[in-house]
Nanobody
């Protein structure tokens, strides 16, 4: 079972990126989807979640800047990141859940230069 994350890259502070994560239908339609991130030397932290019904929730440090969304026809979840800051630099992971098990994408690196 694999989630395919993409869209990372190098961007200047204040810029934008959109991450994508394609999931198998079984996982995508079973539970909420989420984005996490992990900066070097730090623990992985939750960035945003979206339920099957489309209800979203965000970590305080991205509220007003990031938007999570899902395309049910494509089994894909997105993370639109605007007004990026150097402290947003991290590897971003998508997470799905099925049968009480978390499934992770391979991670996509986002680097924000000052």
């Amino acid at each position: 079972v694999q989630l395919q994350a993409s869209g990372g890259g190098l961007v200047r502070a204040g810029g934008s990126l959109r991450l994508s994560c394609a999931a198998p239908p079984t996982i995508f339609n079973s539970n909420d989807m989420a984005w996490y991130r992990q900066a070097p030397g730090k623990q992985r932290e939750l960035v945003a979640t979206i339920t099957i019904g489309g209800t979203t929730d965000y970590a305080d440090f991205v509220k007003g800047r990031f938007t999570i969304s899902r395309d049910n026809a494509r089994n894909t979840v997105y993370l639109q990141m605007n007004s990026l800051k150097p402290e947003d630099t991290a590897t971003y992971y998508c997470r799905g859940r099925w049968s009480f098990t978390n499934y992770w994408g391979q991670g996509t690196l986002v680097t924000v230069s000052s």
